[in-house]
């Protein structure tokens, strides 16, 4: 099964570009499934269809589509769980209704939406399958935590029956109520879940994660903090999609944005390098329905299987070379030492890239790790930028 999802600010255009991707798949003979996380909920609006709902819905031959309903998936699944967290929070003396909005932590309605991944990768229904993922530049920090919980959560959960024999000892003071045999079984099974999802993730022969923008500054931001987070989890990036570009006009004032908005390409060219750039005109009518979608596709993948994986690699590359030292690989667009200059702002680095088309300003946002530590020497090899951080 080949795994597809995008992500990138919400207005951008990716739901419309999972559809086209999607419609394209299934056209080129691939069972193919798109499922949106999406609370908009927009599948229906994007194909010109009745309600796509919790159910797969046959779109046309060959194509599925689903709008996941998260805390639908949770209640069906792990109801003992979410159920027993409840329980907890009501014993504090939290309405019960309450209890049970609290339960659903942050974070949860998007966990059990990639889990939906899982599942269908275990039917052998689909050989694709493309995931719209919710507008949120912390969209990542979801598709980390499977692996995050798969590698500790044993741990844990083998202490889980040890734990839950002195929660009954002191279960009359404390008045919580222990975990039961039922809730123990479900939280192992979730687990073993999240492993298996966590592993597909991980996989860049079935996983790929395409980022889409604007010609604008906040999606091109947007899209380089999800390009930085999937380095740091080991996500294979393949493709960055840039939406709605203005074509040159000439009444002057829609010319300016246009020179404004091919300004901001060539910047994102430099920024998400060495990733293939899909440029997309903005059309001159809405992005919707069949016919639309399947010009979308075209001009996004012309004859080209959108099921290729078109970059492997890491564009940001972090070793730690001892407990005060951080270094940092970025692939860059330029060769020589004096194309480029280098400064260090806050939780930022700044690379200021000299271009056919001008001076580009590349920021490389610098993950946690990174703070505290000052830059202390950056060297070019290979068009490789090695920078070097130290306490």
Known sequence: ???????????????????????????????????????????????MIPEVGNEARQ??????????????????????????????FSAKGIDETLAYEIAML???????????IEEVSKTNEYDAVVLDM???????????????????????????????????VFQPLAKIPAPSRSVIKSEMDLIDRL????????????????????????SIENAKRAMMSASLYGINVDMAVVNKIMASSSD?????????????????????????????????????GMEMLARHADQLFGNEDPAKVFYRGQPYKFESE??????????VPFS?????????????????????????VNIVPLPVAATGMRLAKAKLEDRQLLVLFEK
């Open 1 to 47: 099964m080949r795994l597809i999802i995008y992500t990138g600010k919400g207005g951008t255009g990716k739901t419309v570009t999972s559809c086209a991707t999607g419609l394209k798949l299934a056209k080129m003979g691939h069972r193919t499934l798109v499922l949106s996380a999406d609370p908009a909920h927009t599948l229906a609006d994007a194909f």
């Open 59 to 88: 779109i046309i031959g060959n194509l599925v589509a689903q709008q996941i309903d998260p805390v639908a998936e949770m209640s069906k699944q792990y109801n003992t769980i979410l159920s027993y967290m409840a329980s907890v």
């Open 106 to 116: 942050p974070g949860m309605t998007q966990l059990f939406s990639l889990l939906k």
């Open 134 to 168: 919710p507008a949120s530049g912390e969209a990542l920090r979801y598709l980390y935590f499977p692996k995050l919980v798969g590698s500790i959560g044993r741990k844990l959960t083998g202490l889980a029956g040890l734990f839950s024999g002195f929660a009954k």
């Open 195 to 218: 492993d298996s999802l966590a592993g597909i993730i991980k996989d860049s022969d079935i996983t790929s994660l395409r980022l889409v923008a604007n010609p604008d500054t906040f």
């Open 252 to 288: 002057e004032y829609y010319d300016k944005w246009a020179s404004f908005q091919q300004s901001k390409v060539e910047e994102a060219k430099a920024n998400f390098y060495p990733l293939p750039i899909k440029e997309v005109q903005l059309y001159a009518t809405e992005l919707r």
């Open 322 to 331: 001892s407990p005060t030292a951080l270094r940092m690989t970025v692939q």
């Open 336 to 360: 020589e030492k004096d194309d480029f200059a280098i400064e260090r702002y806050g939780d930022s680095l700044t690379v200021s890239v000299k271009t056919g088309a001008g001076k580009v």
